[in-house]
């Protein structure tokens, strides 16, 4: 997700008063740090976290890992890192990388067709906007596999019998979140400069979503994308969207109307509040159990900009909040060097102030009905949506899990107010739109609350900035300030795992990337009334985060109390804290019972309890993970905390994205910016992948999905 032209989130926009919990690490004994265990087979379930580091590193031996409680087994051997080639400054193989026994395909790549009259993609790059409208996106990140059958839905509880092997699925449908894009190389041997609104139009559309249909060849194990499939679909920066939920129709979305057209955006009046135009830096995912995507907009702030100070004052809202609310969710001056607010208007947080409010939601999309029209669901809160993650508890209540991902912010749940209907599916067409949304307080004895995020309780009021609910979902960082949640380091994917083989503890966990900010000099905290300088924060260590200049990330995860998703506590341990196991420093040796790993990012369970864990560092093998080289995605064992690397990858990519078809038996991954050190000039400067793993023409990296399948046809990462 962070390339070298995409922001690291390493500023802090965070600056409340509020206690850290490593605030609180000093007075926490070791015994109490253990996580509480009360599933079946306790025994096995035993936290290794307070276990001495060296003695948990290097463990994984070739011999399958074993089933047990709530868990199918591992059944393959680690890899070897992809570690950099000092004579040549690249890594050893540009390309993806999977064990023996398994093949690893290009299915598709930034540029290709996927709907009816998209042409084929160009080396040089110089296609314009109304092509990139019609072909798949660039930089892909989260994505989830709809099955088909006969080219018709397969309803989710056909297709999802969790933790059996699934019915075998030949097709289905794939949406594909497309995060950002590098302008460098999108934009041909020009580049961005002179910038043009037919450069922006061409960057709006390379972002957002791409939803398109696959299917499986007769004959063989290898998949193919229907480039005229009537499900093939783009959404894009300027894809109209419906707005809804409690924030709907209010005072602070409704900014300026424009027509937009390829040549121009022009002012034609204001929104009324439902409306919206767009989706950006669509990160990680999620969907529902009814069968609808979720994709969701995290550095969307980046987008904005500005040329002069002065700002075009809104009636009834003061300029200072309006400014206020800016900073504190990143919103500057020059964004982050996309430059659209100098062709756009749109893009213009001084003349068109409320823009910024349309972006970081949590966007429903229906890939099933291509006509529909896709929805920012603003009770789920807005801030840099990373993922969410649904649970289901034993009376059908439903529950989403998500992060904030930067530095210090925060981890939040949502409730739905109505049980979800698994017998009718249009009866959940509207259930996101009415719950309760809690943002999480960790302590320092291993438990937690949920506090509610509602107006008039916690101190969510008028005379505290928030007028009414709709507010304080728009304001969703400074209600969290507000209530005193716990800063974190980086709250990125979240993961449920399966309730399979006597396992009936709801257990969530959430990758935690990085915060080299925690703990460091001088010393400061988030202020609880929301302000914000622009993110100089610099929390100390606490019981959830306890690393000093945490570069390398830990994992986190936690159990509902009472078994359901309705509950106001929890309890909650440290899964495991990434690093490398050559290193001497206290701080970067990492607790892993495995293979080392850095930032971890993407993270994903399957059907089977296989937790599968996806880093996002630098890529280039250089410094900090010169031992750990490329970015990779590995495979955990949640019971004994035993992990083994799966895949690397690409030189200068990340890892991200995580899908399977409802039989296990293939799973899709993503390459994201694959090459990025390369220029206008010269694009294949460190990379040419996916050229280089056989797949299109030469001329530039391509951001792509890959395909994986085992050579025996059995089950990815199974016995």
């Not at 509207?430 to 960790?442: E, R």
């Not at 420093?585 to 080392?596: K, P």
């Not at 010169?626 to 019971?639: E, K, L, Q, R, Y």
Request: proline share 6%; glycine share 10%.
């Amino acid at each position: 997700m962070k390339g070298r032209f995409h922001p690291k989130n390493d500023v802090s926009l965070n600056q409340s008063g509020n206690e850290s919990i490593r605030d609180v690490i000093e007075r926490m004994g070791m015994k109490r740090r253990r996580f509480i265990m009360t599933a079946v087979g306790t025994s096995v379930l035993t936290v290794l976290g307070d276990v001495t580091v060296n003695g948990l590193l290097q463990t994984v031996e070739a011999a399958p890992i074993p089933p047990s409680s709530g868990f199918q087994g591992i059944g393959f051997e680690s890899i070897k890192p992809n570690l950099l080639n000092p004579a040549t400054g690249k890594l050893e193989k540009d390309l993806v990388s999977v064990p023996d026994g398994y093949k690893a395909e290009v299915l598709i790549a930034w540029g290709d067709p996927i709907m009816p009259g998209a042409p084929t993609w160009s080396p040089d790059a110089t296609q314009d906007a109304s092509a990139q409208e019609k072909q798949y996106g660039m930089h892909s990140d989260g994505m989830h596999f709809f099955p088909l059958s006969g080219g018709r839905e397969v309803s989710n509880r056909t297709a999802r019998r969790v933790g059996n092997q699934g019915p075998t699925v030949n097709s289905g449908i794939i949406c594909v979140n497309h995060e950002y894009t590098q302008e460098t190389i999108l934009h041909g041997s020009e580049g961005l400069t002179p910038v043009t609104i037919a450069k922006v139009r061409k960057s709006q559309a390379a972002h957002g979503v791409s939803i398109f249909e696959v299917s499986k060849t007769r004959f063989g194990n290898s998949w193919t994308f229907e480039r005229n499939s009537p499900y093939g679909r783009r959404l894009t920066a300027n894809t109209e969207m419906r707005v809804s939920g409690p924030a709907a129709g209010n005072a602070l979305l409704k900014s300026k109307k424009f027509n937009i057209t390829s040549t121009g955006s022009v002012q034609i009046g204001v929104n009324d509040g439902f409306t919206a135009y767009g989706t950006v830096n669509n990160c990680a995912n999620g969907y529902t159990p009814w069968g609808t995507y979720l994709t969701c907009e995290e550095n969307w702030n980046g987008y904005f900009g500005h040329l002069d100070e002065t700002l075009v004052s809104t009636p009834g809202i003061p300029d200072a909040e309006i400014l206020a609310a800016q900073a504190r969710y990143g919103v500057t001056k020059n964004g982050f060097g996309y430059r659209w607010h100098e062709a756009d208007p749109r893009f213009n947080n001084r003349t068109n102030p409320l823009e910024p409010h349309l972006f970081g939601w949590v966007v429903e999309v229906d890939p099933y009905n291509p006509q529909s029209k896709p929805v920012k669901r603003t009770a789920l809160g807005r801030f840099k949506h990373e993922s969410v993650q649904y649970v289901v508890d034993d009376q059908n209540r439903l529950a989403f899990y998500m992060g904030c991902d930067e530095r210090n912010e925060y981890i939040y749940k949502f409730v739905c107010s109505r049980p979800y209907n698994p017998r009718a599916r249009g009866a959940n067409s509207n259930l996101l739109d009415d719950g309760i949304l809690y943002v999480a307080k960790f302590n320092d004895d291993g438990t937690g609350q949920w506090i509610a995020l509602v107006h008039g309780q916690n101190g969510l009021t008028a005379q505290n900035g928030f007028r009414n609910q709709g507010e304080v979902l728009i304001k969703t960082r400074e209600a969290a300030d507000r209530v005193g949640a716990t800063m974190m380091d980086r709250p990125e994917w979240t993961a449920a795992r399966p309730r399979i083989n006597g396992f009936q503890e709801i257990e969530v966990y959430c990758t935690l990337t990085n915060n080299s900010r925690r703990g460091t000099n001088p010393a400061s905290v988030n202020n609880p009334d929301g302000t914000t300088a622009g993110g100089s924060a610099r929390p100390p260590v606490d019981a959830a985060n306890p690393r000093p200049d945490n570069r390398y990330g830990h994992i986190i995860r936690w159990r509902e109390t009472g078994r359901t998703v309705t509950a106001s506590s929890f309890s909650w341990d440290i899964f495991l804290e990434a690093g490398d196991s050559k290193r001497t420093e206290a701080n970067l040796v990492g607790n892993i019972n495995g293979d080392d790993l850095s930032s971890p990012d993407g993270l994903w369970f399957d059907d089977f309890g296989r937790l599968w864990i996806q880093t996002d560092h630098s890529g280039d093998g250089k410094g900090d993970v010169s031992n750990i080289g490329s970015n990779t995605m590995s495979c955990a064992d949640p019971n004994t905390k035993e992990v083994r690397l799966f895949l690397t990858s690409p030189t200068d990519c990340e890892v991200t994205g995580v899908t399977s078809t409802p039989d296990g038996k293939t799973m899709f991954i993503n390459i994201q910016h694959p090459g990025d050190s390369g220029d206008a000039t010269n694009p294949n400067l460190t990379s040419n992948w996916p050229h280089s793993q056989g797949y299109g023409p030469d001329g530039r990296p391509r951001s792509a999905t890959v395909v994986i399948t085992r050579n025996d046809g059995g089950i990815i990462g199974g016995l």
